[in-house]
């Protein structure tokens, strides 16, 4: 996705998710920017590797996210009140 944007000549700013994890309240800001539950953004694989079984309330769910961000689908872009799952990484482009 940053190779796509940079090809685009897109100017933006990468979050290393890993060093520097959404907090609770920016996942959920993102996911109403997004117009999704956790549940829609969450890695399968990766949920299943952690041991959650579904039955998990959204509010766990962002607590687990912020926890854990590889449980997040990534990357996800954000333009002010907008935010688009860069998979594929072109939906990014329709936040500019």
Known sequence: AV???NEQGIE???REYTAD???QDE???VLTKLGVGPRDVLR???ANKA???GDESDTEL???MAENPRLLQRPIGVV???AAVGRPPENLLGLV
């Open 3 to 5: 190779a796509l944007l």
């Open 12 to 14: 933006h700013t990468y």
């Open 21 to 23: 994890p959404l907090s």
């Open 27 to 29: 996942i959920h800001d």
């Open 44 to 46: 399968t694989r990766d």
């Open 51 to 53: 041991g959650l079984t």
């Open 62 to 64: 962002i607590a687990l």
């Open 80 to 82: 002010g009140e907008r």
